[in-house]
Structure formats: structure tokens, C-alpha cells
């Protein structure tokens, strides 16, 4: 499309824009019709990925005091580029243990409402890889993981009898500057798409269909304000792209998958993935200043792991707190108790729950059972028996959005709407053309006189 058929001259083109814009792989995940992101996705599964691999291989070879990285720019920089990033904030003697652990590198994007990072704490990430190798999987397919991910490359790395292997597909771009095509896939996990194409999509259907798809599980923590249904729609795609390798016999099958979300999502999660159980353990993040394990009452974590592996199989640290229950079959927090008239351990947030005989359910214990609600709420809640009528009329047998009043209000303004927009297309169109000054003063003197003769 650029005309650009070598590596060398992709670099003369991609490396100014990398300058002039400090935060293109930021911005990329969000605004797809910039120029950087045409370049970038244009050359993505060949071009870019053999630039960044290059490169990544000469900034390993030069010394200690020569490995720089830029803070501002988020990147890798060789001694060709100091001069481009010249006034930036820059780290030294990048070391080889600092390049195994990017995610202590790069800075956490932020966005709430777009692609906010959350780290695992190191307690929970350990916890999840002794689980998985306890477990018997070889091959993890880390979904929005980069720290799980970190930890298995370093673990295969430092340790001859690790067999255990990951691929981390993700939407922060930058860790391209750090892993193979084999390692990484730029991926977008709320449309299931891969932005190195079919090469990107290749690399995940072999991962997935190693060993027949024996021994592969996907750990995947997507972020806290995005869709679950969009969540639920890619995860299948990825469960379809994993059966393609089961056999005939074995087709009714499901990849094993740990899904990391909040406890009160646990409706959603089921509603499109019933087979799925809630378990006890509080994940806690490095960068979160409320999720946090250690901390009481409704201070503690509230994410928490959704597994459709059998709840038995899943053993929660004793010196944490956990104890196993054996009417559950499950391990669950020291403070749930087992309720005998639900016949569950049911508590969800940490916090020990109360039955309620009208509600027929344990409840939170800071809540309380309301006769004009008729069932279990905090105790200075707004009833619902008041919100109840419409606040326009009054009526006390509708709601505000079905009032015929407002209704016949809003739809007159919408048709007068809908004809003020017609007519502003048809002239911008030159379907009909705009009345010049004398028809203008004709019309209102032809309305003066019909108003003398009314």
C-alpha cells in the first residue's frame, strides 16, 4: 500500500512517526484509523514482527551502561535512537531479569472505560501456576495475563524440568518489543480479533491443537467494565478454534478455563456459561489500591476465579485461610459457613451470610428483611413501593417512560425533528432547491393578505 517492499525502508517510515507521536501503541488500541496504526497493522504479521525481533536481538547483545529504555515512548531504544529521544525520561542498565518482567517496565495504561492494566500480585500469580502444574496442564493460553505469562517464560527459562508453555494474547502492543510471534498475539479479546492476521491466528490454532489439545488451559482476566457477553462470544471462539483438534468421540468437551472477574458478575458469567462454579480465593493486584488480599469485611478482594474445572480439584492454601468442606466437596474462606437450609456454603463476599426464612436464602449480614419490599435489603434503602408511579402525572399505574402525556409530547417533537432533517438533506442533496429572497417576500405578503380576509 506504501510502496514499501524492505525492512529498511518500513523502518524509515515507521521510526519518525514512533518519535513524533510518544504514545502510538497506546493510542493504536483506540483510534484504528490513525496513520501509525495503518502502517503498524499493514506490516504486523511480517515486516513488523521481524523489525521488532532484530531489534530486540541487538539491544540484548550490547553491554549494560548501552541498554536503554524509554519511559515516555515506551520503548526499547538502541544507541542509533538516543539522539531522537533526547530530553525523554529514560532508564539505564536495562538487565537481563528486568527484560524477562516488561510488565515492571511499562507503564499501566489507565483508561478505565478503555484498557485499563491491572497486575496480578505476586502471591496470586504463584498461585495460579502451582495450581496449573498441580493440574497437570503443559500449555496455558494467557488471555489478558502478561504477569502469568512473565513467570512461566522465566520459570522455562531458569528450570531444565519446567514443561509447562504459554502464549499471551493481548491488547497492549508494546509487549511485541519483548516476545516472538511465537510468544505474543496482538489480540482483542472483546471481538475475538487478531491484528497480525492469519499469521497471528495460525500461531493460536497450534498452540491450542498440540498434543490433540491434551493438556492446554486458558487463563484469561479481561477487564472489569467491559461486556460479558462480548467476553463470552471471543472465549468461544477460542473454545471452537481448541475443538477443532478433539475428536468426534470427544466433541461435547470443554477446554478448561480459569476466568478472573468480580463475584457479582457471577450471574452474567453463568448465563452464558452454566457449567461454570465460583470459587473462594481473592485474586489481589499490585497496581490496585482496594483489590488487595489480607484486608476484612467488605475491604477484601471481590475478584475472584470461575473455573468449569470440578470444584474438588481446585486446593486453596490452608495458611491463607481456606478449609475444605466436605458437604461442598469444595474448598471455600474460613468465615463461609455451611448453611444447612440451603444446603451451600453461600456466602460470596468473605463475609459469613445469614439465612433468611422469608427470603427462603442467606443474605449479607448487613442487610435486613423489608415487608414493603418483601425481601432482604440494606437497612436505610429507598423502597421500592415508593419509586412506584409516573413522576409527570402522578399515576400511580405507570412509570414515567410509558406516560401517555410525555409520550405525546416526545413523539410530536421527534416527527417535527424527523422533518426538519429530511428537509436539510434534500437540500444539501439539491433535490429541492432553497427559495430565493423575492419567493420569501412574496410568501409573507400572500400570508398578510390571507390573515386580513380570515
Known sequence: MLGLQHEK????????LYHTDRM???????????L???VIHAFTSENMSFHTL??????????????????????????????????????????NAQLKRPSQILYPLENKKTNAQYLFADRSCQ?????????????????????????IQINGCEEQQFNVKSLLLDIDFRYSQFYTEEDFCHYNMFNHYFFGGKVAQEVCRKFLHEEKGEGVIMVTDPPFGGLVEALAFSFKKLIAMWREAQEEAHSSKEMPIFWIFPYFFESRILEFFPSFTMMDYQVDYDNHMLYKHGKTGRKQSPVRIFTNLSPSMIVLPIEEGYRFCSLCQRYVSSENQHCEMCNSCTSKDGRQWRHCVLCQKCVKPSWVHCNTCNHCALQDHVCESVQVGCFICGGADHKRSTCPHFSMTRRAYQADGKQRQMKNKKLKMGTIKKPSVKQRKMRVLKGKIKNKKE
Open 9 to 16: 525502508n518500513l523502518t524509515e517510515v515507521v521510526n519518525p
Open 24 to 34: 502510538w501503541k497506546v493510542r493504536c488500541m483506540v483510534r484504528p484509523t490513525s
Open 36 to 38: 501509525v496504526t495503518m
Open 54 to 95: 532484530i531489534k530486540y536481538k541487538k539491544f540484548v547483545l550490547l553491554p549494560l551502561s548501552k541498554r536503554k529504555f524509554c519511559q515516555e515512548c515506551q520503548q526499547l531504544l538502541l544507541p542509533a535512537e538516543w539522539e531522537n529521544h533526547f530530553g525523554h525520561e529514560v532508564l539505564t542498565d536495562i538487565t
Open 127 to 151: 498461585f495460579l501456576l502451582d495450581l496449573i502444574i498441580a493440574l497437570g496442564f503443559r500449555r496455558v493460553l494467557s488471555v489478558g495475563t502478561p504477569r502469568l505469562h512473565e513467570l
